[in-house]
């Protein structure tokens, strides 16, 4: 069943991560100049909507310590990013930059929140809770990033109905747009379908980031697709995944994304031989990259 609810302009909406999720877990440190010459690079290639940084703690994520500069230049570029917080200080922060669009990461995995956060899930979603009560009074719409929605390392599979009553519970707090993630890329098509589906019929609009570490995020991401999702998160070459659970495969590729979609006779708005541009523009980047750890 298709939900036509599900994205108010019915338009395929591909939102590049790169500049966060891809560069999060690499071992270089991209220069700023860098990654706005990728940023550029999508841009001319026909990418409009972007989750740029987050802001997190830079000494557990040191890719991400020019988050504010990061964001301030991609408004300058006519954007409205998107950024990733992890708790509520990341969120304050976002708000004094002047971020207009947060996406709030917690997991439907106790253990893996525990290790990505320091914090249960339950903790996490109530300070979720507090920023999103906190969204109208500063201008800040909160998204909710919810990792693990179908498998964790360490809890196997994920039972749907921890992640519909966490969705039911944002959904109450005031939450419109829910990211469903199949972090470690074990998730298949049938069951990508039912949980959009049933996430769906809470009231929010659900988006996908997808990895593919078992090869099917382009079929998972057609399966979201014929249910009614709209939005989709991918990466250029297919790079990034999680700084503290090894073993994960990459992000569904933007280049993958784009020749899924395309086969399937629906618009992407994206240039190839510019995505080429762009990932020339990432691999020169990560070559010139300082180190993790070097001296």
């Known amino acids: ?77 006519g954007l409205t990013p998107n950024v990733l917080v992890a708790n509520l200080r990341g969120f304050e922060r976002a708000v004094e930059a002047g971020v207009k669009s947060v996406d709030a990461v917690l997991s439907a995995s106790n253990a893996y929140n525990r290790k990505n956060a320091n914090r249960t899930t339950i903790e996490s979603a109530n300070e979720i809770a507090t920023m999103l009560s906190r969204a109208a ?88 697709y014929k249910v009614g999702v709209r939005r989709f998160d991918a990466v250029l070459s297919g790079l990034g995944g999680s700084p503290f659970t090894p073993g994960v495969g990459g992000n569904l590729s933007m280049e993958t994304a784009h020749a899924v979609f395309t086969a399937a006779g629906i618009a992407t708005g994206l240039n190839p031989v510019k995505l080429e541009a762009a990932r020339a523009k990432l691999s020169a980047g990560i070559a010139a990259g300082e180190r993790i750890g070097a001296a």
């Open 137 to 224: 009074h500063t201008g800040c719409t909160v998204g909710i990033s919810m990792a693990n929605c179908f498998h964790c390392f360490s809890e196997g599979q994920i039972d749907p109905e921890i992640v519909l009553a966490l969705t039911r519970s944002f959904h109450d707090a005031g939450a419109r747009m829910v990211w469903l993630s199949d972090t470690t890329g074990h998730a298949k098509p049938a069951a990508v379908a039912k949980l959009v589906e049933s996430c769906a019929h809470v009231g929010v609009e659900v988006g996908l980031h997808l990895h593919d570490t078992q090869g099917r995020a382009g079929e998972n991401a057609m399966a979201g």
């Open 1 to 77: 069943m298709k939900l036509h609810h599900q994205h108010p302009q019915h338009e395929l909406q591909l939102r590049d991560v790169t500049l966060r999720d891809g560069l999060q877990n690499l071992p270089e440190i991209l220069s700023t100049k860098d990654k706005l010459s990728i940023l550029d690079a999508l841009i001319d290639a026909g990418v409009k909507d972007f989750q740029l940084t987050s802001f997190v703690n830079p000494a557990r994520v040191p890719q991400m310590t020019d988050a504010d500069v990061m964001y301030a230049e991609g408004v300058k570029r």
